[in-house]
């Protein structure tokens, strides 16, 4: 075990480092307006799913009361990402499946807060294993995995309605 986060950085996989390349480009693309594939806004809602049940089947227990927690915390994060998706005035490119996104910074923040909270969670997991069994822990982890989730869900979903009903680019 390490006694320390910069213990932990050097002990950390490659693919991490990796991961974390990718998360930046991608925020840092985000800074500037362009026109994205509808697909792009489906591929991170499939993640968050993905790895949220992965947390539930393999670190935390599937009781009934934790699926509540995540799913409501799911339904506001998915409020959230339609009201998110609103303030920032995507438009539809005309009869195709693209989205006009202008410039903002709000998703680099978000990406690197989502890898430290997660870094930092695979840290706290490794000093102490039994964490998970902490309900403290275990409501931080289902309240930011649900948030994220409903998140990435309300701006796809708001973002399938745009490219119907518009508005468009013209």
């Given at each position: 075990m390490?006694?320390?986060?910069w213990?932990?950085?050097?002990?950390t996989?490659?693919?991490?480092?990796?991961?974390?390349?990718?998360?930046?480009?991608?925020?840092?693309a985000?800074?500037?307006g362009?026109?994205?594939?509808?697909?792009s806004f489906?591929v991170?809602p499939?993640?968050f799913?993905f790895?949220?049940?992965?947390n539930?089947?393999?670190?935390?227990?599937f009781?009934?009361t934790?699926?509540?927690?995540w799913?409501?915390?799911?339904?506001?994060?998915?409020a959230?990402?339609?009201?998110?998706?609103?303030?920032m005035?995507?438009?539809?490119?005309?009869?195709?499946?693209?989205?006009?996104?202008?410039?903002?910074?709000?998703?680099?923040?978000l990406?690197?807060?989502?890898?430290?909270?997660?870094?930092?969670?695979?840290?706290?997991?490794?000093?102490?294993p039994?964490?998970?069994?902490?309900p403290?822990?275990?409501?931080?982890?289902?309240?930011?995995?649900?948030?994220?989730t409903?998140?990435?869900?309300?701006r796809?979903f708001c973002a399938v309605?745009?490219?119907?009903?518009?508005?468009?680019?013209?």
């Open positions: 390490t006694n320390s986060i213990e932990s950085i050097a002990d996989p490659w693919w991490v480092y990796l991961v974390f390349i990718i998360l930046i480009r991608m925020g840092y985000a800074t500037k362009r026109v994205v594939h509808i697909r489906l991170l499939v993640i799913i790895t949220s049940l992965l539930f089947f393999v670190n935390i227990s009781t009934p934790n699926i509540a927690l799913l409501g915390t799911t339904l506001i994060g998915i959230v990402g339609c009201i998110q998706f609103q303030l005035k995507i438009k539809a490119v005309p009869n195709e499946n693209k989205l006009y996104l202008p410039g903002t910074w709000g998703l680099l923040i990406l690197m807060l989502l890898f430290a909270a997660r870094y930092y969670t695979g840290y706290e997991i490794a000093l102490d039994t964490i998970l069994q902490q403290k822990w275990m409501m931080g982890m289902f309240l930011l995995y649900g948030l994220l409903g998140l990435f869900i309300g796809a309605r745009r490219l119907k009903r518009g508005p468009y680019t013209v």
